[in-house]
């Protein structure tokens, strides 16, 4: 069983950045691609972007050009750049497999976006 945490979030006026982080119980970003989703109040959960292996990388229209997707293996972690952020990126995000819901779903870290 793979347990992933996320964190990172917080509060942050329009236009701010923040970082969030996933970390894994064991080694699976070698493995499986992996993605971020988020789930904002009243609304479904929802894909952000993904990360495969390789060079495969591949952003939701609304965050092309501001998120950024990176993972680093050997610390079995995960990590969402976002910049420019938006009111609309508020929501609580969450990281799980390409396929979302193949391993057990975080607590997710909630960022808000408000002034």
């Known amino acids: 069983q793979v347990r992933l945490v996320e964190s990172g979030g917080g509060l942050v006026q329009p236009g701010g950045t923040l970082r969030l982080s996933c970390a894994a119980s064991?080694?699976?970003?070698?493995?499986?691609?992996m993605g971020w989703y988020r789930q904002a109040p009243g609304k479904q959960r929802e894909w952000v972007a993904t990360?495969?292996?390789?060079?495969?990388?591949d952003y939701a229209d609304s965050v092309r050009g501001r998120f950024t997707i990176t993972k680093d293996n050997v610390k079995n972690t995960m990590y969402l750049q976002m910049n420019s952020l938006k009111p609309e990126d508020t929501a609580v995000y969450y990281c799980?497999?390409?396929?979302?819901?193949?391993?057990?779903w975080g607590q997710g870290t909630q960022v808000t976006v408000s002034s």
């Open positions: 799980n497999s390409g396929r979302p819901g193949l391993f057990s």
């Open positions: 064991r080694s699976i970003f070698d493995i499986y691609p």
């Open positions: 990360i495969g292996n390789g060079d495969y990388i």
